[in-house]
């Protein structure tokens, strides 16, 4: 069995933020979209969209969101994913 890939902090930040621009704003310019916004508040993600980002997330990171954990705390901006990420991967 192969081991899940690490990352660090700013490869998981620039993996989450080419994901969420890419496809959550297409027409928009990366820079609009800062660390700590909030995806629900700023209208970036649906709870369509919240889907699509645990899937990615799951797939990219090799884990596992549970369903208690799916919560803004969690998920509503690029800063709270790094944290919520790291600490399910234990990545450095």
């Not at 993996?15 to 970036?44: C, M, P, T, W, Y």
């Amino acid at each position: 069995m192969s081991q899940p890939p690490q990352f660090n902090e700013a490869q998981v930040k620039e993996r989450l933020k080419k994901f969420v621009v890419d496809n959550f704003l297409v027409n928009a310019d990366s820079k609009n979209v800062g660390d700590n916004d909030s995806f629900l508040e700023q209208g970036i993600i649906d709870s369509t969209g919240v889907l699509e980002l645990v899937g990615f997330i799951e797939e990219t990171f090799s884990m596992r969101v549970e369903d208690e954990e799916l919560i803004p705390d969690n998920l509503d901006s690029l800063n709270q994913l790094v944290v919520y990420i790291k600490s399910k991967t234990h990545s450095q």
